[in-house]
């Protein structure tokens, strides 16, 4: 949307009293004063308190689920269309952060290390790098972004974006340590060998969960987080299950359809119970993957997956050269009370959304702050 579409858009907000919108906002954006500052010409300046409370602003007015978050509380949507918040949040972002060169705060002394580079980290980082803190991100992944790089598709989020974090991270003098792996053992070790006063703990969950199926070990079978983040080509003309129905399984769907594939969600419950949001169901729907309701998986055998329709009990085979489960993901490592070791994002969580994210990792970086403070 252009500037002047924008500001009509904005000119809807009724600013409420209540704010529902913010309310509903897991990380609390504080939206009616973000839209008048948007309408007295205060980008920079909105820019530069959406990005305090959320650096991860910029990413969240593109893939938030809006429409369980602010956009489905807006007062505006009992009667036509809620105000298209996301879509001022995202002028305003990409302004701010394009257009603001970051202080590098000078330093307090203090060496934080923080494992785990994706938005939960970043957000911490920019957190604890603002307040002064010497901040070296590691990350098993080359570059920093997590989910974001490495997880989330291109067609839902571009990789401009997240190149844009890192500049801004390296920008505000946050360190970086790409191919870095821990293991439980090392991250214990961690702040005494490399003489950190605090560690944050923000590794994530990209370990799939695993599906107890027969057949799940088979050639063309994948579980969908690895599928996405080692951008496995199936070729062309396939024909591909996906089970799950979250928004994994969605990405993974859409991703198998563009690389040229007939792709079949396979989901046990009915369709109004899946976890992804109506939103992502539609663009899937849109893009041309089909579904399946009310079916569970049986078996994978060297012709397809034998899926069992849940009502009538009767099974039958789905011939398909390609099975992905995605239903779900767990994190690699244990949360453990160490001291000085402060832990957020999906590791805490299970996988969530990364405003969640975002939300846990400036909390978790709060913590870690008052613990430093309260030991000078
Ligand atoms: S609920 Fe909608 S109309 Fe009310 S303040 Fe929020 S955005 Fe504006």
């Known amino acids: 949307m252009e500037k002047i579409e924008l500001l009509e858009e904005s000119k809807r907000c009724l600013k409420c009293k209540n704010h529902p919108c913010e309310n509903a906002c897991p990380i609390g954006t504080r939206i009616p004063e973000i839209i008048d500052m948007f309408q007295r010409g205060e980008e920079l300046e909105a820019g530069k308190i959406l990005f305090e409370n959320n650096p991860m602003s910029l990413v969240c007015s593109l893939i938030c689920p809006f429409e369980n978050q602010c956009m489905g509380s807006c007062v505006r949507g009992i009667k036509t269309t809620p105000v298209n918040f996301p879509s001022i949040e995202n002028y305003i972002m990409e302004k701010y952060l394009r257009e603001t060169t970051f202080e590098n705060t000078p330093s307090n002394g203090k060496r934080i290390a923080i494992v785990g580079g994706g938005p939960g980290g970043l957000s911490g980082g920019f957190y604890l790098r603002r307040k002064g803190y010497d901040v070296t991100i590691y990350d098993d992944h080359e570059k920093m972004g997590g989910m974001l790089r490495y997880g989330i598709p291109s067609f ?41 006063q605090g560690v944050l703990v923000t590794t994530g969950a990209w370990l799939p969960k695993e599906l107890n199926l027969e057949g799940v070990e088979r050639e063309g079978v994948y579980y969908g987080i690895d599928y996405l983040k080692n951008n496995i080509d199936l070729g062309k003309n396939k024909k591909v299950v996906v089970i799950g129905a979250g928004n994994v399984a969605m990405d993974v769907a859409r991703t198998a359809k563009r690389q040229g594939n007939e792709v079949l969600i396979a989901y046990r419950k009915k369709i109004e119970a899946a976890p992804a949001t109506k939103v992502e169901i539609h663009e899937t729907v849109e893009d041309g993957v089909n579904f399946l309701t009310e079916v569970t998986p049986v078996k994978i055998t060297d012709k397809g997956i034998v899926l069992e329709r849940n009502n009538e009990k009767t099974q039958f085979l789905y011939e398909c050269d390609n099975a992905i489960i995605a239903v779900s993901q767990k994190s690699q490592f244990n949360v453990e009370s160490l001291d000085g070791y402060f832990y957020g994002g999906d590791l805490v969580t299970g996988p969530e959304t990364v405003v969640k994210a975002s939300f846990t990792g400036r909390e978790s970086a709060k913590l870690l702050d008052d613990y430093l403070v309260g030991k000078e």
Request: charged share 45%; aromatic share 10%.
């Open 156 to 196: 839902r989020l571009t990789k401009d974006k997240v190149d844009l974090l890192e500049e801004k991270a390296y920008e505000s003098g946050i360190k970086f340590q790409g191919n870095k792996i821990f293991t439980e053992d090392s991250l214990r070790r961690l702040k005494k060998e490399g003489n950190y």
